[in-house]
């Protein structure tokens, strides 16, 4: 099981904040596939990758990192914090 | 020394606490982050990856102590609704001298800037976009 | 804002009117330079040149002024004999965005330093050197 | 009349803060000719001139500076501000 968090717009165009999912893929990348063959609003979040970032276990990290062994993989617009 | 509450807080109070406790220290600089009433806006509402946050925050502390030799430093950052002319969030450095208190504040600021989970929305408008000029700011470091 | 005074200074508070007066900033600065207890130092004698010390500071604050959009700036000098862990001096900036009010903070500080006449004693010992990276200091400007 | 004002371990050297001079030096130079010829003390804390100030009128200037008009002349080391 792997939760998944989305934070921001994100979490707005998903329509909600945290959820749990069973999965097999490899890498952050094919989570994505999975979830954007899943619904249309998800499809809307990530449509444009590049304005979004990826935290896999509360690090930042890129969208071809493995998923083995993860637990939480988080979501979210670039960071505006200051 | 790090905070993130939804609270807020008193800049100049945390100056002075902070000063008192450096010891040794020659050069204190402190930044303060504070709600502008920019095109209308009302009022800021900030949201956050808790445990994450704490952790980002932690990590970035701990390359500026890396860096620079400094005798103290403090963050405090703030999340949930922030009023106009309320302060987000404050750093202080503490050092022996000028130029590293200086240096090591800036480098704290534009890392919490692009690198900590934090994500401002206008409140009755829209999520605050990152700026390609902060994200540049760090290529300095 | 200027203020050349043999009096002590809650810096915290000063920050605290400071912000609180700067009216649309986004970004408050704050350096507090404070007397350090190097090789047994037990107090320090500020010597300084009455008339000609505020029309520099003034000077110095223009200058920043101009090179920098800021909404408001303050510098406090002290002279004197100031204990250990006293607060010597301050510079407070405030602007809508970080960098100017970083970068205005820091040119006040190497000007301050080099250019307004002001002249260290340790008491019991010797007059503080200038020091030839303060001078250097200045060529960034 | 001059007003001469000295700071720091120059007044410390000539032993007076402040005096008051009549003289006819075109500039400062000349007027710390005059003054190293009056005594040793001016001798001994004008005798490095790399390591003092001068500020005419409360404004910092460099030892060839006219006196033509001037009202006030200041001698320091360099400023340990901030």
New interface residues.
């Given amino acids: 099981m792997l939760t998944l ?1 989305y ?3 994100v ?1 707005e165009r998903i329509g909600l904040p945290r959820e749990k999912v069973e999965t097999g893929a490899a890498t952050v990348a094919d989570l994505i596939a999975e979830l954007i063959a899943r619904d249309e609003a998800y499809a809307l979040a990530f449509a444009d990758l590049t304005s979004l970032r990826v ?1 896999v276990d ?3 990290t890129s969208f071809d990192a493995p998923l083995a062994g993860a637990r939480e993989v ?1 979501f ?7 | 020394m790090l905070r993130v509450q939804a609270e807020p807080f008193d800049a100049g109070a945390e100056v002075n606490a902070f000063t008192a406790g450096a010891t040794g220290a020659g050069a204190v600089v402190s930044f303060t982050g504070i709600v502008r009433g920019d095109g209308g806006l009302r009022a800021l509402e900030i949201e956050h990856y808790p445990g994450m946050t704490e952790s980002a925050i932690a990590a970035i502390i701990a390359e500026a102590r890396a860096r620079w030799e400094l005798t103290d430093v403090l963050v405090i950052h703030r999340y949930g609704l922030l009023e106009l002319g309320a302060p987000i969030m404050m750093v202080a450095t503490a050092a022996r001298h000028r130029v590293a208190a200086f240096q090591a504040a800036e480098f704290l600021m534009d890392y919490l800037k692009s690198r900590a989970p934090f994500w401002k929305k206008e409140v009755g408008g829209d999520w605050v976009k990152a700026k390609a000029e902060d994200e540049d700011a760090l290529d300095r470091w």
Same sequence: chains 1, 4.
Avoid: D, S
Wanted: hydrophobic fraction near 55%; charged fraction near 10%.
């Fill in positions: 968090l934070f921001a717009w979490r935290a509360q690090k930042l988080a979210f617009p670039p960071m505006t914090g200051g």
